[in-house]
């Protein structure tokens, strides 16, 4: 199998995003709510802080980035994007910020 080019980093940072994990869905409606609870700080035990980032696009690689926030949330929170084209694929990029391996319990 033939290893796929990296992903650009978020435009909202350059550094904390090689813990990443991604999620891609297809647009039912043209709005979406990216909600994280729970997150928690494993060095500090404390609240942590997550990254997301929101692609269009056929795949990571070559997606284009539509929404991107270094500090989503401090342990809980969400976010509302509108404008998304119904039946196009999403992909959805979270990591850990400020240090530390952060984890949604």
Request: include cysteine.
């Amino acid at each position: 199998m033939a290893q796929q080019p990296a992903p650009p980093d978020p435009s909202c940072t350059t550094v904390e995003n090689n813990d990443d994990v991604w999620y891609y869905f297809t647009a039912q409606t043209s709005s979406v709510i990216i909600r994280f609870s729970n997150i928690i700080n494993d060095a500090t035990g404390g609240r942590g802080i997550a990254g997301v980032a929101l692609y269009q696009g056929a795949c990571p690689s070559a997606a284009t980035g539509i929404y991107c926030n270094n500090l989503h949330a401090n342990g809980d929170g969400h976010q509302v994007i509108n404008g998304l084209t119904i039946g196009e694929t999403y992909y959805v990029r979270i990591w850990s910020t400020l240090g530390g391996i952060n984890r949604n319990v």
